[in-house]
C-alpha cells in the first residue's frame, strides 16, 4: 500500500518535471522571440523628438514668432502615497494660479492619470518631478509666442494646438517653419522611468526653417493703428488696407480690422480670423475708373483735353438712370477723372469694344489669382464679353458688375504707377536653414506688362490731379506730396444694392513725385460720411505722412542735385577704383558664371543686376532704389558662391547719384 502511493506520487512528479521541461523548452525554445518582443514592448518604447518651429522675422529681421519650451504635468496615482499628494497640491499652489484645494480635488478624482497642468514653464516641469514620490511625469507641449500679439494676425495667422499652421504665413509656409520629427527608444523601468536611451537608435529632430518677411513691423503698425482710428472716426463696421512696394510687389503692410491675437487664437470666430484682404470680394466703384482710363489711353481713345458732355447729373443709358454725385455740364476727360464722374466715364468706355476691354481687365489681374504667399485666395469675378449685356461694360466701367480683392486692386494700381509692369505681390524675403544659409532669397516676379510706360505716366499725373483739384482733397498732405483716386460703391444688401451701407476707399501712392509705396484703404459701411474721399482719403493722408515720418530716407524724394550740392556728398555711377580695369557686365548669363569675376554693376538697374548674381550663385542685400551706384564686391575681384554682396541704389542724375 505504501509502496503504491509512493510510485503515485513519484509518477506525479516525475509528470510534472517532464511538463515544466517541455513548457520551459517552449519557452526558451519555441516561443523565444515571441516573448522577447513582448517583454522589450514592455520595456522598450519608441518616443517622438518634436522639432523645433522656425521663426518669423519682419524684412529687417525683428523677431515677430518665436518658441517657448512648455510642458503638459500629468500624475499616475499609482507611484504615489497620501502624504505626497499632499505635498504636490501645496506645491503646485505656489507655482500656478490655483488654490491648493483645487489641485487637491484634482489628484483625488477617480482617474489614475490625471493632467494638472498645461502649457507649464520648463523650470517649473523640472521642478515637481524632482520631488520624490511625486508620481508627475511632463510631456513636451511648446507654445508658439506671437511678440506682437494682434499685429500683422491676418497676415502671420496661428498654430494650433497640435503645432500645426494655420491661415497665413504659418499655414501656407508650415510645412518649411515645422521642420522634421525625430524618433528614439528609452528603455523603462516597472514604475514608467527612463533607465536608459537607445543613442545608436534615436534619430535626431530637425528643426524649421525660419521666414523674413517682406513686411515693415513698424509700418504695418502704423497702417492697423490708422485704420482703427478711421473706423473709430467715421463708425464704420470693419476696415482694410495694404501698403506695396510697387516696383518689387514686395507687401509692406496688411491689416484688417478687427484683428486678433494668434496667442489666444481661440476665443475669436472665424469670421474674424479671416484674412479680408485676400479671401472677400467687394466691387470697387470709382477706383476702378484708373483702370478704365488707362485702358482708353493705352489705345489712343481719348486725350485729356478733350471735353465730354456729363448731362448735368443726370443720363439715361438704355432704360437705366446713371447719376454723378456732383452736377456738371461740360468737363474735359481730365475733369471726368478727377471730378469722378460716372457719367463721362460711361460715355468714353463706348469708344472700346468689349473683347479689348476684357483683355486689359484680365492684364490687370482681375478674374484671376494674384497667387500671394496666403491660403483661400479668391481670384474675384470678371465675367467673359460672351456674358456681358448691354449695360455690363458700362458699369464695369465705374466699378459695378465686377468683383474684386483689395490685393488684386493694390496690385492694379502698382501697374498704374510703376511703368505698367504687373508684379506678383510677395510677402516672404528670405528662407533661412537652421544653420543660418539662405535658401531662398526673394526677387520682383514679372508677371506681364499691361500698358505703356507713356500711359503710366499719365495716370500719375492725373491721379495728383485728383488730390489736387478733384474728389481726393482730403487726401492733400502739407508735409508731402500725394496722389490717388476716391471709391465709393453700394453695397449688396439681401441681393439688392442697398442706399444705406457703402465701401468708402481710396486707393493711391506716395510720394506722388517719386512712388515708394501704393496705399489702399477701405472702410466698410461708414455711418459718418459715405464717400472715399471724405472717409477712406484722411485716413490714407495720416498713413502716409506717419510712414514717411517713420522713413525719412527710405521716402525721400530726389531733389534737383545743384539745390543740395552743398549739402550732400556726390558719388559718380562708375567704377571707384579707376585704376582697375572695368569688367563689363556679360553679354549672357552663361558668360559671366563661367568667368566667375564680379562685374561693374553701377549703373545698372536692380533687375539686371539680379540676373547676374543669381548666376553667379552670390547672396545679396539691396539697399535703397534706382541704379546701382556701389556694390561691396569689387569689379574683377574673384568671386564663389559663399560671398555677399551688398548693393546700394539710388536716383540717377546725368551719371550722378545723390546719397542723402
Given at each position: 500500500?505504501?509502496?503504491?502511493?509512493?510510485?503515485?506520487?513519484?509518477?506525479?512528479?516525475l509528470v510534472l518535471f517532464i511538463g515544466l521541461i517541455i513548457k520551459l523548452v517552449d519557452i526558451q525554445i519555441f516561443k523565444r522571440e515571441e516573448l522577447k518582443y513582448f517583454a522589450q514592448r514592455q520595456h522598450l518604447k519608441e518616443q517622438t523628438i518634436l522639432p523645433e518651429r522656425g521663426l518669423i522675422y519682419d524684412r529687417n529681421e525683428i523677431l515677430i514668432a518665436y518658441n517657448k519650451n512648455d510642458f503638459s504635468l500629468y500624475i499616475d496615482k499609482n507611484q504615489t502615497t497620501k502624504k505626497s499628494r499632499e505635498k504636490l497640491s501645496a506645491e503646485l499652489a505656489k507655482l500656478f494660479d490655483h488654490s491648493r484645494s483645487y489641485y487637491a480635488k484634482l489628484?483625488?478624482?477617480?482617474?489614475?492619470?490625471?493632467?494638472?497642468?498645461?502649457?507649464?514653464?520648463?523650470?517649473?516641469?523640472?521642478?515637481?518631478?524632482?520631488?520624490?514620490?511625486?508620481?508627475?511625469?511632463?510631456?513636451?507641449?511648446?507654445?508658439?509666442?506671437?511678440?506682437?500679439?494682434?499685429?500683422?494676425?491676418?497676415?502671420?495667422?496661428?498654430?494650433?494646438?497640435?503645432?500645426?499652421?494655420?491661415?497665413?504665413?504659418?499655414?501656407?509656409?508650415?510645412?518649411?517653419?515645422?521642420?522634421?520629427?525625430?524618433?528614439?527608444?528609452?528603455?523603462?523601468?516597472?514604475?514608467?522611468?527612463?533607465?536608459?536611451?537607445?543613442?545608436?537608435?534615436?534619430?535626431?529632430?530637425?528643426?524649421?526653417?525660419?521666414?523674413?518677411?517682406?513686411?515693415?513691423?513698424?509700418?504695418?503698425?502704423?497702417?492697423?493703428?490708422?485704420?482703427?482710428?478711421?473706423?473709430?472716426?467715421?463708425?464704420?463696421?470693419?476696415?482694410?488696407?495694404?501698403?506695396?512696394?510697387?516696383?518689387?510687389?514686395?507687401?509692406?503692410?496688411?491689416?484688417?480690422?478687427?484683428?486678433?491675437?494668434?496667442?489666444?487664437?481661440?476665443?475669436?470666430?472665424?469670421?474674424?480670423?479671416?484674412?479680408?484682404?485676400?479671401?472677400?470680394?467687394?466691387?470697387?466703384?470709382?477706383?476702378?475708373?484708373?483702370?478704365?482710363?488707362?485702358?482708353?489711353?493705352?489705345?489712343?481713345?481719348?486725350?485729356?483735353?478733350?471735353?465730354?458732355?456729363?448731362?448735368?447729373?443726370?443720363?439715361?443709358?438704355?432704360?437705366?438712370?446713371?447719376?454723378?454725385?456732383?452736377?456738371?455740364?461740360?468737363?474735359?476727360?481730365?475733369?471726368?477723372?478727377?471730378?469722378?464722374?460716372?457719367?463721362?466715364?460711361?460715355?468714353?468706355?463706348?469708344?472700346?469694344?468689349?473683347?479689348?476691354?476684357?483683355?486689359?481687365?484680365?492684364?490687370?489681374?482681375?478674374?484671376?489669382?494674384?497667387?500671394?504667399?496666403?491660403?483661400?485666395?479668391?481670384?474675384?469675378?470678371?465675367?467673359?464679353?460672351?456674358?456681358?449685356?448691354?449695360?455690363?461694360?458700362?458699369?464695369?466701367?465705374?466699378?459695378?458688375?465686377?468683383?474684386?480683392?483689395?490685393?488684386?486692386?493694390?496690385?492694379?494700381?502698382?501697374?498704374?504707377?510703376?511703368?505698367?509692369?504687373?508684379?506678383?505681390?510677395?510677402?516672404?524675403?528670405?528662407?533661412?536653414?537652421?544653420?543660418?544659409?539662405?535658401?531662398?532669397?526673394?526677387?520682383?516676379?514679372?508677371?506681364?506688362?499691361?500698358?505703356?510706360?507713356?500711359?503710366?505716366?499719365?495716370?500719375?499725373?492725373?491721379?495728383?490731379?485728383?488730390?489736387?483739384?478733384?474728389?481726393?482733397?482730403?487726401?492733400?498732405?502739407?508735409?508731402?506730396?500725394?496722389?490717388?483716386?476716391?471709391?465709393?460703391?453700394?453695397?449688396?444688401?439681401?441681393?439688392?444694392?442697398?442706399?444705406?451701407?457703402?465701401?468708402?476707399?481710396?486707393?493711391?501712392?506716395?510720394?506722388?513725385?517719386?512712388?515708394?509705396?501704393?496705399?489702399?484703404?477701405?472702410?466698410?459701411?461708414?455711418?459718418?460720411?459715405?464717400?472715399?474721399?471724405?472717409?477712406?482719403?484722411?485716413?490714407?493722408?495720416?498713413?502716409?505722412?506717419?510712414?514717411?515720418?517713420?522713413?525719412?530716407?527710405?521716402?525721400?524724394?530726389?531733389?534737383?542735385?545743384?539745390?543740395?550740392?552743398?549739402?550732400?556728398?556726390?558719388?559718380?555711377?562708375?567704377?571707384?577704383?579707376?585704376?582697375?580695369?572695368?569688367?563689363?557686365?556679360?553679354?549672357?548669363?552663361?558668360?559671366?558664371?563661367?568667368?566667375?569675376?564680379?562685374?561693374?554693376?553701377?549703373?545698372?538697374?536692380?533687375?539686371?543686376?539680379?540676373?547676374?548674381?543669381?548666376?553667379?550663385?552670390?547672396?545679396?542685400?539691396?539697399?535703397?532704389?534706382?541704379?546701382?551706384?556701389?556694390?561691396?564686391?569689387?569689379?574683377?575681384?574673384?568671386?564663389?558662391?559663399?560671398?555677399?554682396?551688398?548693393?546700394?541704389?539710388?536716383?540717377?542724375?546725368?551719371?550722378?547719384?545723390?546719397?542723402?
Amino acid at each position: 500500500m505504501i509502496k503504491s502511493r509512493l510510485l503515485l506520487i513519484i509518477l506525479v512528479v516525475l509528470v510534472l518535471f517532464i511538463g515544466l521541461i517541455i513548457k520551459l523548452v517552449d519557452i526558451q525554445i519555441f516561443k523565444r522571440e515571441e516573448l522577447k518582443y513582448f517583454a522589450q514592448r514592455q520595456h522598450l518604447k519608441e518616443q517622438t523628438i518634436l522639432p523645433e518651429r522656425g521663426l518669423i522675422y519682419d524684412r529687417n529681421e525683428i523677431l515677430i514668432a518665436y518658441n517657448k519650451n512648455d510642458f503638459s504635468l500629468y500624475i499616475d496615482k499609482n507611484q504615489t502615497t497620501k502624504k505626497s499628494r499632499e505635498k504636490l497640491s501645496a506645491e503646485l499652489a505656489k507655482l500656478f494660479d490655483h488654490s491648493r484645494s483645487y489641485y487637491a480635488k484634482l489628484i483625488n478624482s477617480k482617474r489614475n492619470i490625471v493632467c494638472l497642468e498645461k502649457k507649464a514653464p520648463g523650470q517649473h516641469a523640472r521642478y515637481l518631478m524632482d520631488i520624490r514620490n511625486s508620481g508627475i511625469f511632463a510631456v513636451p507641449n511648446p507654445s508658439r509666442i506671437y511678440q506682437y500679439n494682434n499685429l500683422a494676425s491676418h497676415l502671420i495667422g496661428y498654430v494650433d494646438t497640435d503645432f500645426e499652421g494655420q491661415n497665413g504665413i504659418e499655414g501656407y509656409w508650415n510645412k518649411s517653419l515645422k521642420g522634421i520629427e525625430g524618433k528614439r527608444i528609452v528603455e523603462v523601468d516597472g514604475t514608467g522611468d527612463i533607465i536608459n536611451i537607445a543613442e545608436n537608435e534615436t534619430r535626431p529632430a530637425t528643426p524649421g526653417n525660419s521666414i523674413v518677411l517682406t513686411i515693415d513691423k513698424n509700418i504695418q503698425d502704423i497702417l492697423e493703428t490708422e485704420l482703427r482710428e478711421g473706423l473709430k472716426t467715421y463708425k464704420g463696421t470693419s476696415a482694410s488696407g495694404i501698403i506695396v512696394d510697387p516696383f518689387t510687389g514686395e507687401i509692406l503692410a496688411l491689416a484688417n480690422i478687427e484683428d486678433f491675437d494668434p496667442n489666444n487664437y481661440g476665443k475669436f470666430s472665424n469670421e474674424i480670423r479671416r484674412n479680408r484682404i485676400v479671401t472677400d470680394t467687394y466691387e470697387p466703384g470709382s477706383t476702378f475708373k484708373s483702370v478704365t482710363l488707362a485702358a482708353l489711353i493705352d489705345r489712343n481713345l481719348c486725350s485729356l483735353n478733350e471735353k465730354i458732355f456729363v448731362e448735368n447729373g443726370k443720363y439715361k443709358f438704355h432704360s437705366l438712370n446713371i447719376h454723378d454725385s456732383h452736377k456738371h455740364d461740360w468737363l474735359t476727360v481730365r475733369g471726368v477723372y478727377e471730378q469722378s464722374s460716372n457719367i463721362g466715364v460711361a460715355k468714353l468706355v463706348q469708344r472700346i469694344d468689349d473683347e479689348t476691354y476684357y483683355k486689359y481687365l484680365r492684364g490687370f489681374g482681375f478674374g484671376s489669382l494674384t497667387s500671394v504667399e496666403l491660403p483661400s485666395e479668391s481670384k474675384g469675378k470678371l465675367k467673359l464679353p460672351a456674358q456681358w449685356d448691354k449695360f455690363t461694360k458700362t458699369f464695369v466701367s465705374y466699378g459695378y458688375e465686377v468683383a474684386v480683392t483689395p490685393l488684386q486692386l493694390a496690385m492694379a494700381y502698382c501697374s498704374l504707377v510703376n511703368g505698367g509692369i504687373l508684379y506678383q505681390p510677395q510677402l516672404v524675403k528670405r528662407e533661412i536653414s537652421p544653420a543660418g544659409s539662405v535658401l531662398y532669397e526673394s526677387s520682383p516676379r514679372e508677371v506681364r506688362r499691361v500698358i505703356s510706360p507713356k500711359t503710366s505716366s499719365v495716370l500719375r499725373e492725373l491721379m495728383k490731379g485728383v488730390v489736387e483739384n478733384g474728389t481726393g482733397k482730403f487726401a492733400k498732405s502739407d508735409l508731402l506730396s500725394v496722389a490717388g483716386k476716391t471709391g465709393t460703391s453700394q453695397k449688396i444688401v439681401d441681393g439688392g444694392y442697398s442706399k444705406e451701407h457703402y465701401n468708402s476707399s481710396f486707393a493711391g501712392f506716395f510720394p506722388a513725385d517719386a512712388p515708394r509705396a501704393v496705399c489702399l484703404v477701405i472702410i466698410s459701411s461708414p455711418s459718418v460720411g459715405i464717400y472715399g474721399g471724405l472717409v477712406a482719403a484722411p485716413v490714407f493722408k495720416k498713413i502716409a505722412e506717419r510712414t514717411v515720418a517713420a522713413n525719412p530716407l527710405e521716402f525721400q524724394p530726389p531733389r534737383n542735385i545743384d539745390e543740395v550740392r552743398d549739402e550732400v556728398k556726390i558719388i559718380y555711377a562708375g567704377n571707384p577704383e579707376p585704376e582697375k580695369e572695368k569688367v563689363e557686365i556679360a553679354s549672357s548669363t552663361g558668360e559671366v558664371e563661367k568667368n566667375n569675376i564680379m562685374p561693374d554693376l553701377s549703373g545698372y538697374s536692380v533687375r539686371d543686376a539680379i540676373l547676374v548674381l543669381n548666376k553667379l550663385g552670390i547672396r545679396y542685400r539691396i539697399k535703397g532704389t534706382g541704379k546701382i551706384v556701389q556694390q561691396s564686391i569689387m569689379p574683377g575681384e574673384p568671386v564663389s558662391k559663399k560671398m555677399n554682396c551688398e548693393i546700394i541704389c539710388s536716383a540717377l542724375n546725368n551719371n550722378k547719384a545723390v546719397v542723402y
